[in-house]
């Protein structure tokens, strides 16, 4: 005979109800869906089959896997992912080892308590795609993704025989709805502390720019229409000529590729902000920094104010502490007039006139002889631009391909046509071929504003590059020569200077962007500002966010003040949900019919007739009637059907046909009787 143990091992209280079973499949392609992008294609793939297969087992085709199979999946498992290119330790590693192990417990999933395994991984796949992704079109799915899996918890405790997904569906949506209020109390008021364990950053970097660049790449790059930051100013928003965004400096040159050299030691914040401390042209601004997974920050010439978690390196680049992995929130105040290096050192000297021996002889030669025949630096700079502005040079987001060798001289002789990093370039090697201490600053030009909310959009397709001089007396002087070839690049932004041909590669988005009229620029403006809006109040609320808040709310910030507002804020919100709770249990109205069967007993009850305490409707209908000498069973059974068909109808009409069979009746018992029966 078997055990108590084994008969309920199997029994119907071990089995996942078939409502919580469809929905945790419905919840692995949700939870998923969103990763997709991150993982390995084949781990996809193992995902659809592990679904099929559990489908097929709660079907009765198919057997649950035995141990050995399970051992070889996971082994393969794995495998798989140390064979897929992934760092040992990055983001897309970890994620791809929690799918494939969410996937792979869905098939042996048994009884209950590993279906609730299978919904708390549901949710840790939740969280994990806030690591990439913290954006107010995720955190919606997410939502939606955390109430199909809660509604797979609520479908643990429905009986087999009910299986109602949608009502399991509303009741976890309810429930996620009252956690809400807390949820922003407690996003509110509790300490924004650092992590206690570091997150391994993606091992894919995204789309911006680079630290090294060869001539071509930001033509490339201006191809996308990603979002690089937004910007928020205290003030007017400057003109579009002065939005030099300033990212990294290149000052090495190898084989046609310029690079970031060795960074120089962090300026003294200090001596920056008291050498500009008085000066009326600073500018105050905000900036959202996508993520980049690189430490270099953007920022308007020159930043004399900043974080400080941010240094100001030796060639005036901010760097972060750390790499930007989400949004990053930073202000700044820049200020246009500051002078860098006004004297320049000799080891900086020897850093920006260094280029690589016996390459590009014929721009050498024509460097030598134009400076020569100018005298300075400032007349052989203005000497070339006008060579640009003049000679048959264009500008083209699709400039012919070069050689790595002798590159400068193949487009300055040759093919004369390039973006703006093949005119910097050259340049640059121009004027440290004659030993003028010269660099090029790679970053972005421009910014569109946002009619909604006056905030500026910067996209990859506003990459740009320049140059700046070392001049005697003017420390570095910044140069543009796309303002020369190109002069409506600068003036009035990237659409101005495009060909049709050079139109013609850019993708929809981008061209509409373009456009800066009709619906669809407005829809794109509108949805940017609600982005804008999350990440000034969600993505960007940091510790420094949250203590100007506290003070405004809170005056003086102490722990018991955090505390006790944490306790009001968390109490206010039990006692709405209490009252909710309470308000929904309220009587239900009465069925119609229900309410004139109650007036009828009244009235009877008034003229003596009362219903007894053990009397069903009809029998107590079938008495009066008895009494009045009537045919009870049309009234009965309209009343019955009323009552306990749920496919009858309760319109006015079988009401009022019910009231005047209540009022035929108390007629005839009022002048058709005289006693009671018995």
């Known amino acids: 005979m078997a055990s108590a143990a084994d008969s309920l091992s199997v029994g119907i209280a071990y089995q996942i109800p078939r409502n919580s079973l469809m929905l945790l499949m419905v919840s692995q392609v949700v939870v998923v869906l969103p990763l997709i992008v991150h993982i390995s294609p084949w781990i996809v793939a193992v995902c ?132 809400l209020p807390l949820t922003l109390v407690l996003f509110l008021f509790f300490p924004r502390v650092a992590p206690l364990w570091s997150i391994p950053m993606p091992s894919a970097a995204t789309t911006g720019i680079s630290d090294k660049i060869t001539p071509g790449d930001v033509a490339n790059l201006t191809q996308s229409d990603e979002l690089a930051f937004r910007a928020v100013f205290d003030e007017a928003v400057p003109a579009q000529r002065d939005l030099y965004w300033r990212g990294l400096v290149y000052s090495e040159f190898r084989f046609g590729t310029w690079a970031v050299a060795e960074p120089l030691d962090a300026l003294d914040p200090l001596d920056i902000e008291e050498a500009s401390a008085d000066s009326p042209e600073r500018i105050g601004y905000e900036v959202f920094l996508e993520p980049t997974q690189s430490k270099w920050l953007f920022s308007l010439d020159t930043p004399v104010a900043y974080g400080g978690r941010i240094d100001l390196l030796g060639d005036y680049r901010l760097l972060n502490a750390e790499p930007v992995l989400s949004v990053l929130r930073y202000r700044l105040a820049s200020d246009p007039n500051f002078t860098m290096d006004a004297e320049l050192s000799d080891a900086i000297r020897a850093r920006e006139t260094e280029l690589p021996p016996q390459d590009n002889p014929r721009l050498r030669e024509y460097a030598q002889a134009l400076y020569a025949q100018t005298g300075s630096a400032q007349a052989m700079v203005e000497a070339m631009l006008d060579e640009i502005r003049t000679g048959p040079y264009s500008y083209t987001l699709q400039p012919p391909v070069l050689p790595r060798l002798n590159s400068i001289d193949a487009f300055w002789f040759e093919s004369r046509r390039g973006f703006c990093s093949h005119y910097a370039g050259t340049m640059v090697f121009a004027l440290r071929a004659v030993g003028i201490p010269a660099r090029m600053v790679g970053g972005y030009q421009g910014g569109e504003v946002n009619n909604v909310t006056g905030h500026v959009v910067v996209r990859q397709y506003q990459a740009h590059a320049w140059i ?37 590669v850019l993708s929809f988005l981008t061209s509409a962007r373009f456009g800066g009229e009709g619906l669809l620029n407005s829809m794109l403006e509108f949805v940017d500002s609600l982005e804008h809006r999350w990440n000034l109040w969600v993505v960007g609320y940091d510790a420094s966010t949250q203590s100007d808040l506290l003070s405004d709310l809170l005056g003086e910030v102490t722990p018991a003040r955090v505390g006790m507002a944490i ?59 008895r009494l009045a000498q009537l045919d009870a069973e049309p009234l009965v059974n309209r009343l019955q059907a009323s009552l306990y068909d749920p496919e009858a109808a309760s319109g006015g009409t079988d009401s009022r046909a019910l009231r005047q069979d209540f009022r035929k009746l108390r007629f005839k018992l009022a002048f058709g009787t005289t006693g009671n029966a018995s």
């Open 48 to 179: 659809l089959i592990c679904g099929y297969w559990r489908s097929g087992v709660y079907q009765g085709r198919w057997g649950y896997p035995s141990g050995l199979v399970k051992t070889l999946l996971v082994i393969g498992a794995v495998a798989g992912i140390a064979f897929s290119g992934y760092g040992s330790f990055s983001l897309e590693a970890a994620t791809s080892l929690l799918v494939l192990a969410f996937a792979l417990k869905l098939v042996e999933m048994k009884n209950r308590r590993d279906a609730y395994l299978v919904i708390y991984l549901c949710y840790f796949l939740i969280a994990t795609a806030f690591l990439f992704d913290q954006s107010m079109a995720l955190t919606a799915y997410e939502v939606l993704a955390a109430v199909v899996v809660t509604a797979a918890m609520v479908g643990m405790n429905q009986m087999q025989s009910r299986v109602r997904p949608l009502a399991s569906l509303k009741i976890a949506a309810a429930l996620i709805a009252q956690a």
């Open 567 to 625: 306790l009001a804020g968390g109490g206010l919100c039990l006692v709405i949900v209490t009252l909710t709770l309470f308000l929904r249990r309220r009587p239900q109205p009465k069925h119609p019919a229900e309410r004139l069967f109650q007036a009828f007993c009244n009235a009877m009850a008034r003229q003596g007739h009362a219903r007894g305490v053990d009397e069903t409707p009809a029998a107590y209908i079938r008495r009066l009637a």
């Open 468 to 504: 700046e001089v070392w001049l005697p007396g003017q420390g570095w002087t910044r140069y543009d020569p796309t303002a020369a070839v190109a002069p409506a690049r600068v003036e009035n932004g990237l659409d101005a200077a495009l060909s049709s041909e050079d139109r013609a």
